[in-house]
């Protein structure tokens, strides 16, 4: 039976803060050639996306997190569950830390901001062609405007695929 992933222990440690940033990792490689234009291609298959995250905890939950940071993620190296916005919507995701670290700073009376960089595993994305079918602009009159089309495709996803797909 393969290790199950843990999840971020949500019953008892804040979620995210609502504001958190994503970066992408660079996906193409160039190559200078003697002549001619430069050479431009993709490196890998799996994307990875890093994201700058905070979550403010009482003293009580810090102490916790630190003991499953270290016993349950091995000292932050494993993947774990976590509730994270990637662009369709709030959704399990994927994660570790980057570098095995996070950052704290104590705010105030038993009070911690805790930061750290998340690297996930990417999102399902639209499949080859819905990009296309989204900018055709009579299909996207038929559903009344881009928001309504997109909505209706992550519901979609998201109703018939599970969330945890890696």
Do not use: C
């Amino acid at each position: 039976m393969p290790d199950e992933i843990p999840s971020w222990p949500s019953q008892v440690l804040p979620e995210l803060s609502t504001s958190y940033a994503q970066n992408m990792e660079a996906m193409s490689m160039r190559t200078q050639m003697d002549s001619g234009f430069v050479r431009q291609r993709r490196r890998f298959t799996t994307e990875l996306q890093t994201y700058a995250v905070e979550w403010e905890m009482f003293d009580s939950q810090y102490q916790i997190f630190i003991s499953w940071f270290d016993e349950v993620l091995n000292h932050g190296n494993e993947w774990f569950n976590i509730n994270l916005a990637t662009g369709g919507g709030l959704s399990i995701q994927k994660a570790r830390f980057v570098g095995a670290k996070y950052a704290s700073q104590y705010a105030s009376f038993a009070f911690w901001k805790v930061s750290a960089s998340l690297e996930v595993m990417a999102p399902v994305r639209m499949p080859p062609g819905m990009v296309l079918l989204l900018l055709d602009l009579e299909f996207v009159d038929q559903l009344e405007d881009l928001e309504l089309a997109t909505s209706a495709y992550y519901e979609l996803i998201h109703t018939n695929f599970p969330a945890n797909i890696t």
